[in-house]
């Protein structure tokens, strides 16, 4: 299965077996500031070389998943909105189809990353779990009873947007204290920047842990603030275990360790649920663009 994840960053992109083994893994810049037409472009130029270096190395793709960010009609297949690509309204399956020839499912990059930690990864073989994916913002999907929990409208699990930080504070989507305000990789960014004036990646801030007093606060701030948001969630759902996935998931204990101290404490009265780190950690959502590849493989050509 051809697999590529969109993101506002990059595009990434990897030939995925059905074990979730990963080959031809690559990674190109998303190029936001020349356009969402470039940025269609570019995703095509990627699915075709990829198909093309698949075909000469024999490695067989049956079908294309790809997964994007925002609002998406994943039945028709359209990337229907995304604020940090500035795109609306692209028909990616049709388009990726005619380009290949191949069936392509086109799915959101968090629900997807979560599918892929409930079939191949921390939350396989649960029945109550939750995943919280936490990269540029940050959005969960809770497994209840067997099931992935789907809400009336398809937008069960946006734990991102619960107003557990400052309420000051006001989020991208119109509301107040927002735990993606504070706990994602684009809040720990801004938190530092707003402290000190110089603007790092997340992963940066993380490594300057020890002897940065600023990235402590900034990292204590999104630690507490994730843990509180966490114990909401768990309060309602009850899951056995809570997965930390997403591209800030790679700060591993740095990060496991402060949320579940705070985790705990935030429910003294009762067992805390097992908190763990995603193994699959930012290939999350590859992993899971690969599972709707195979479905979309499943239904043969469209
Ligand atoms: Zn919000």
């Not at 949320?259 to 992993?287: C, H, I, K, N, Y």
Request: glycine share 12%; net charge negative; charged share 20%.
């Amino acid at each position: 299965m051809l697999a590529l994840d969109v993101g506002g960053t990059t595009i990434k992109s990897a030939v995925i077996g059905s074990d979730g083994a990963r080959q031809l893994t690559r990674t190109v810049p998303t190029p936001v500031a020349d356009g969402p037409a470039k940025v269609v472009q570019t995703l095509r130029d990627a699915a075709r070389s990829q198909v093309a270096a698949a075909r000469s190395a024999d490695i067989p793709v049956a079908a294309v998943g790809v997964v994007v960010p925002g609002i998406v009609d994943a039945s028709r297949g359209v990337a229907r909105y995304a604020a940090n690509i500035g795109w609306s309204d692209v028909p990616l399956r049709d388009l990726l189809r005619d380009e290949l020839g191949l069936p392509v499912e086109v799915g959101h990059d968090v629900r997807a990353a979560g599918l892929a930690e409930v079939e191949l990864g921390a939350a396989a073989d649960l029945t109550d779990a939750m995943i919280v994916v936490l990269g540029t913002g940050i959005a969960g999907v809770v497994v209840s009873g067997g099931t992935i929990v789907q809400g009336h409208a398809g937008i069960a699990g946006e734990i991102g947007h619960i107003p557990v930080g400052n309420l000051e504070i006001r989020c991208n989507c119109g509301a107040f204290g927002c735990l993606e305000m504070f706990s994602s990789a684009r809040a720990v960014s801004r938190m530092y920047a707003e402290r000190t004036g110089s603007t790092l990646g997340a992963d940066e801030i993380v490594a300057r842990l020890g002897q940065d007093d600023d990235a402590r606060q900034v990292w204590r701030t999104a630690t507490a603030t994730l843990a509180r948001g966490l114990v909401c969630a768990a309060l309602l759902t009850d899951p056995q275990r809570v997965v930390l996935a997403g591209g800030l998931s790679a700060a591993g204990d740095t990060l496991r360790d402060p949320v579940a101290a705070a985790f705990a404490a935030g429910m003294p009265w009762r067992d805390t649920p097992e908190l763990v780190v995603s193994e699959l950690a930012g290939a999350a959502g590859l992993v899971g663009a690969a599972l709707l590849a195979r479905d979309a493989a499943g239904k043969g050509p469209a």
